[in-house]
């Protein structure tokens, strides 16, 4: 089976952070340019892949959007689902960027950016978590019934280092300071020979 793994486009706190204080991030919603870009990945979408397809989405409002935007332009029968275990590394329910305590700060520098936990939120250590999760109850078992030749995962930056990272099997070490993927752009996976390989495959230019 194939596996496509897709950012959601460019947001609202993707332009500005500060909206993070006040809307909770499972409201925030495309851009503009955000638009165009999952209009772009659909396009490129549609050639990839057939009506033998399922997509699964974060139930966030981005990438719900950016969910729909590629299915509109996929085979009618491709199945669509949403999954909370793929949503965004949850920072707190309102996240300040320009308010962090000293003792945050104290405990992110002790911590580390894998294992320190946000209030009210998670660490990355969490989110890695949840991609073991997903791969275990969702794709694995997808795998065993060879129903779908392709799926499709639109999910979010962190999320989608987590699930590399696992299948990868980098160490700890090797997981701070991660740049991520560029919106809308297209991660492709496939196991071969009992091992994962992934690439880029796919960076919309609008």
Known sequence: ?????????????????????????????????????????????????????????????????????????????????????????????LYDFTDRSPQAKREFKAAGQFYFRYQNGESLADVYLRATMFMNTVVDRLNQQQRYENLIIVTHAAFMQMLIAFLMKWPVEDLAGFKPIENASVIKINEIDGDYQYEKIFVPIV
């Open 1 to 93: 089976m194939n596996i496509y793994v897709i950012r959601h486009g460019e947001s609202e706190h993707n332009v500005d952070r500060s909206v993070m204080a006040h809307t909770h991030d499972s409201n925030h919603s495309l851009t503009p340019l955000g638009e165009k870009q999952v209009k772009k990945t659909g396009e490129f979408m549609k050639t990839m892949v057939n009506e033998s397809t399922v997509l699964y989405t974060s139930p966030y409002l981005r990438t719900k959007q950016t969910a729909k935007a590629i299915y509109s332009q996929l085979p009618g029968q491709v199945s669509f689902y949403e999954s909370p275990l793929i949503r965004e590394w949850e920072l707190g329910n």
